[in-house]
């Protein structure tokens, strides 16, 4: 074993090396990695802490295709972007404060001492249609439920904070696991001037796919079904009466004729005037139901027909089992 002519007795990550190794065809070798045992896992999804480009002038969106360079490897990727729920993030104010989360962001994935925190499977991650840059997530991007009908959207803080990417590659790759990657759309018109690299992050945890088989390089890895990556869900009702004592009411609008009622049954729902209630039972088949209010309905809230009652709830969407569960 050589370097620069010279024997050597170890060589570490980054060295150029000869290696002579006795009875190896060379020529049936086009580039190989030497690492310790199940250092250099060989997976076909996994989870990354991500940035945008900034020069990037297109939307980086969630589903997309790109082609992925990571470590020696370069295959094409499609990606989920996730981040933190409302509360867990940063308000941004101005455009200096986005640059210098963006410039710790920067150092935090690409300096060779530093990393971003591990990826913690236990915490709860909201879907995200897209990667944010320097302008932050809006609002209106955390749910239905974030932002009040009678808000105005523009005045109110962007939210920053670290977001990651679900990447799935259309085959199998073999890299370290803390590698950097880069993000890139190649299928744009030739002709144009605009940048084509997207995002770049730095790899973070494998995920087993259903489909995929673990082997010995993959031993600790997480199932893709452990990522609680949810999506918020509203749907919203009418109150048709409310009974004397008005700590409920029947509602309606809100589910199906043929809807079966028992997921709903213990969930809490939010009146028009902020009164909160529990749906109770059905009534009927028409796919009217009861709704308690152990605070009571104000006289403003329970005029039948025009007052709304709204159900916020969340949706996993890589369990397929909590697919189907609502979950307050």
Same mark, same amino acid.
């Given at each position: 074993?050589?370097?620069?002519?010279?024997?050597?007795?170890?060589?570490?990550?980054?060295?150029?090396?000869?290696?002579?190794?006795?009875?190896?065809?060379?020529?049936?070798?086009?580039?190989?990695?030497?690492?310790?045992?199940?250092?250099?896992?060989?997976?076909?999804?996994?989870?990354?802490?991500?940035?945008?480009?900034?020069?990037?002038?297109?939307?980086?969106?969630?589903?997309?295709?790109?082609?992925?360079?990571?470590?020696?490897?370069?295959?094409?990727?499609?990606?989920?972007?996730?981040?933190?729920? +409302?509360?867990?993030?940063?308000?941004?104010?101005?455009?200096?404060?986005?640059?210098?989360?963006?410039?710790?962001?920067?150092?935090?994935?690409?300096?060779?001492?530093?990393?971003? +925190?591990?990826?913690?499977?236990?915490?709860?991650?909201?879907?995200?249609?897209?990667?944010?840059?320097?302008?932050?997530?809006?609002?209106?991007?955390?749910?239905?439920?974030?932002? +009040?009908?009678?808000?105005?959207?523009?005045?109110?803080?962007?939210?920053?904070?670290?977001?990651?990417?679900?990447?799935?590659?259309?085959?199998?790759?073999?890299? +370290?696991?803390?590698?950097?990657?880069?993000?890139?759309?190649?299928?744009?018109?030739?002709?144009?001037?605009?940048?084509?690299?997207?995002?770049?992050?730095?790899?973070?945890?494998?995920?087993?796919?259903?489909?995929?088989?673990?082997?010995?390089?993959?031993?600790?890895?997480?199932?893709?079904?452990?990522?609680?990556?949810?999506?918020?869900?509203?749907?919203?009702?009418?109150?048709?009466?409310?009974?004397?004592?008005?700590?409920?009411?029947?509602?309606?609008?809100?589910?199906?004729?043929?809807?079966?009622?028992?997921?709903?049954?213990?969930?809490?729902?939010?009146?028009?005037?902020?009164?909160?209630?529990?749906?109770?039972?059905?009534?009927?088949?028409?796919?009217?139901?009861?709704?308690?209010?152990?605070?009571?309905?104000?006289?403003?809230?329970?005029?039948?027909?025009?007052?709304?009652?709204?159900?916020?709830?969340?949706?996993?969407?890589?369990?397929?089992?909590?697919?189907?569960?609502?979950?307050?």
């Amino acid at each position: 074993m050589q370097m620069f002519k010279q024997p050597v007795q170890k060589v570490a990550r980054g060295d150029r090396a000869g290696i002579c190794v006795t009875k190896l065809d060379a020529s049936l070798m086009e580039r190989g990695l030497a690492s310790s045992p199940g250092l250099v896992p060989t997976f076909s999804a996994a989870i990354a802490s991500v940035e945008k480009i900034r020069f990037y002038a297109g939307v980086v969106s969630s589903g997309t295709k790109f082609n992925v360079t990571i470590g020696h490897t370069a295959a094409l990727a499609e990606v989920t972007f996730f981040g933190l729920p +409302p509360g867990k993030s940063s308000a941004v104010h101005s455009p200096e404060e986005a640059m210098a989360l963006a410039a710790q962001n920067l150092m935090a994935l690409t300096t060779k001492d530093s990393r971003p +925190p591990p990826f913690d499977f236990e915490a709860e991650y909201l879907y995200q249609e897209e990667l944010y840059g320097l302008e932050g997530r809006p609002r209106s991007a955390e749910g239905p439920a974030a932002v +009040p009908s009678d808000s105005n959207e523009s005045d109110a803080a962007s939210h920053h904070g670290p977001q990651w990417a679900l990447l799935k590659f259309d085959r199998a790759v073999t890299v +370290p696991q803390d590698s950097l990657l880069i993000g890139a759309r190649f299928d744009m018109d030739n002709s144009s001037a605009a940048c084509r690299l997207a995002l770049y992050g730095r790899l973070l945890a494998v995920v087993i796919c259903p489909n995929d088989t673990p082997s010995e390089n993959t031993q600790g890895a997480k199932e893709l079904k452990a990522l609680r990556v949810y999506k918020p869900k509203q749907k919203v009702g009418s109150i048709e009466r409310v009974n004397a004592s008005r700590t409920g009411a029947l509602c309606k609008n809100l589910l199906k004729k043929e809807t079966d009622i028992s997921p709903f049954l213990g969930l809490k729902v939010i009146a028009s005037g902020g009164e909160e209630g529990v749906i109770e039972s059905s009534f009927g088949k028409s796919g009217k139901f009861n709704v308690r209010f152990p605070g009571g309905l104000a006289e403003t809230t329970g005029k039948p027909n025009t007052s709304t009652i709204t159900l916020n709830f969340k949706r996993y969407m890589f369990d397929e089992q909590a697919k189907r569960a609502m979950v307050q």
